[in-house]
Antibody
């Protein structure tokens, strides 16, 4: 069974840092692009960042570029999001998500999501 | 990278069909037929319903269908059921391995 379990969220002051982790199981983690997606309270989803299977390509939304860094450790089946210079507007539930792959191909869609971890940025 | 525009709410009676729109720009929805749709029940993680415009993952009911015209993608739910009551989010590929989500739509089954 595919499982994605996020951890590392919590309350942090503006300007502070947090490192989120996502533990993957039930599939060959190193074969998949992975993403972080967030959802502010009562709001829609927002794509945050992607990382290629080998970690060699990374992409992120403009609002976090230079502050957040996505990374992965395929030996530990884990995805990470290092968040620095946090702002109030970064307050959200952060989900890790797996790109959808089937029948030997991979597609533009996220088929498995974790349960999310809440990050609250407040003084 | 502005959010795609969705109606805040859509409602319908059981058995009816409803359509949720998702309007972007020529840089995202208009340039690629790569919109995905997600269903999200309260307090739960999103579930992939449609990918790459109109394709359904295995296990998703054929009552859900996707389409696109110009800069607007649409999700149609036919034969509306009580369990379809949820939030729905669209997401488009926006080039250079980036994505943009919609503002989200609350579907109410009357």
């Amino acid at each position: 069974e595919v499982q994605l379990v996020e951890s590392g969220g919590g309350l942090v002051q503006p300007g502070g840092s947090l490192r989120l982790s996502c533990a993957a199981s039930g599939f060959t983690f190193s074969n998949y692009w992975m993403s972080w997606v967030r959802q502010a309270p009562g709001k829609g989803l927002e794509w945050v960042a992607n990382i290629k299977q080998d970690g060699g390509e990374k992409y992120s939304v403009d609002s976090v570029r230079g502050r957040f860094t996505i990374s992965r450790d395929n030996a530990k089946n884990s995805l990470y999001l290092q968040m620095n210079s946090l702002r109030a507007e970064d307050t959200a539930v952060y989900y890790c998500a797996r790109f959808y792959c089937s029948g030997g191909g991979c597609y533009h869609g996220f088929d498995y999501w974790g349960q999310g971890t809440l990050v609250t940025v407040s003084s | 990278q502005s959010a795609l525009t969705q109606p805040a709410s859509v409602s319908g009676s059981p058995g009816q069909s409803i359509t949720i729109s998702c309007t972007g720009t020529s840089s995202d929805v208009g340039s690629y037929n790569l919109v995905s749709w997600y269903q999200q029940h309260p307090g739960k993680a999103p579930k992939l319903m449609i990918y790459e415009g109109s394709k359904r993952p295995s296990g998703v009911s054929n009552r859900f269908s996707g389409s696109k015209s110009g800069n607007t993608a649409s999700l149609t739910i036919s034969g509306l059921q009580a369990e379809d009551e949820a939030d729905y989010h669209c997401c488009s590929y926006a080039g250079s391995s980036t994505y943009v989500f919609g503002t989200g739509t609350k579907v109410t089954v009357l």
